[in-house]
């Protein structure tokens, strides 16, 4: 084992018997793995949570064992299947192989043979980890089945939130290797259609009779291709009555499965809180606020903060984070009066660039026409910031300090002596 034994490798024992867990657990005492042990009701949520590297199924009483393992790899598309198998069905037997399972135990006969099946599927499992870790050209590549979920949401209206977060996602795509998926969950008068020019007849109201098996191709037949980036984007209804049938479970179902075919999924969220945008952002990896510099913006802006504390949502800065658009000499408040209060995790500032971006929205354009632009306007070099800081794990400030004062370009008229006093 060697190179595996350096780390600890996560394996989940689905099972109802409390005799085969303490069996499992004697023959997998000694190896390099992290144990967790679910029940049959509990995999439902418990395979998606866990992402497991591996896992061992013990035959499921209700007799559906090719539709669990079916639901496993897709919940967790990384994982190996091992599978306990007590009954001498052998046509279920063949269908579970089918269905994708490493291996198949046959107990209580087989089970000495289990600390060898399983240091086999670590290996193999190595392999693919190296095989994966070789073909990243970029930091912050992601593994099929583990795309990140990015949120952008404002409890304020007028922000600039589905520029910022349709630009991102156009960068992403445009700069880098990844496959990126825009989502508009703004259901009654959705913002990023008119930012591309997307004139789509579909929408994610025409994946609700699919979501109960959702997979990749019923998503590529809906979405829309925006012509510069062929970023994937999937619109909003024009319809906003058929925004309404779009639920909460649908959201969460269609983010769990995006992420398995993308490796960044962009959310553009209405403002407010209701079901619909609490489960997008419990499901997003990442949440970027977005506010002004002014007094009714900032008072919003705590009292989303206080609200999202109540709803128990991860507020730490490595998962939300504040950017503050629209930045400009004119701003009676500055980020350095921010910066002291605790609470906002302040991430970075998005410059006023209106006579630059006004003509692209009037044209229904995006931002940027090509990859790797230089002469680019001050808004898409902050984004373009935006999404290498976001790509390779770093904070901004990090970033200043390999690409100079970032902050001082962006916001040259901070070092003034504003003082005004914020809420």
Known sequence: MNNQEMRE????????????????????????????IITQEEAGAGVFRF?????????????????????????????????????????????????GVMDIIM??????????????????????????????????????????????????????????????????QLDYPYNVLLVDLNLQNGGISPLFGLKENRSIYDLIPVMGELNETHLRNVVARENVSQMDVLVSPSDAEKGEYVTADHIQRLLRVARRYYDYVVVDLPTGMDEKNQMALMEADRIYYISTLDIPSLMVLRQSL???????????????????????????IIVNDLKKMEEINYFMTLPSDWKNIQNKLNLTEPIRKQPQEKKISPFA??????????????????????????????????????????L
């Open 306 to 332: 206080d609200l999202f504390r109540r709803l128990n949502m991860d507020t730490s800065p490595e998962h939300l984070s504040v950017v503050f658009n629209q930045i400009h000499d004119r701003n009676e």
């Open 9 to 36: 490798w996560s394996l989940l024992l689905i099972t109802d018997s409390a005799e085969i867990r303490s069996r499992m657990e004697d023959h997998l005492a000694g190896l390099p793995i992290s144990l967790d």
């Open 51 to 99: 992402s497991p590297d591996l896992v061992l199924l013990h035959e499921p009483s209700h007799g559906a064992s090719p539709e669990t393992v079916s639901f496993i790899l897709s919940e967790s598309p990384g994982s190996l299947v091992i599978f306990l198998a007590e009954s001498r069905d052998f046509s279920m037997m063949r269908e579970v192989q089918r269905a």
């Open 381 to 422: 070099k902050s984004i373009r910031q935006l999404a290498h800081a976001l790509i390779s794990g770093t904070g901004v400030q990090e970033e200043e300090k390999n690409e100079g004062t970032f902050l001082k370009k962006l916001n040259p008229f901070a070092q003034k002596n504003h003082t005004k006093k914020v």
């Open 107 to 172: 107990i209580p006969d087989e089970e000495v043979m289990l600390g060898d099946v399983v240091r086999r599927a670590l290996r193999l499992k190595q392999e693919m980890v190296s095989a994966s870790a070789a073909a990243r050209f970029f930091p912050g590549t992601t593994t099929k089945g583990k795309g990140q979920v990015v949120a952008f949401y404002s409890g304020k209206g007028g922000v600039g939130k589905s520029l910022i977060s349709g630009t991102l996602a156009h960068t992403l």
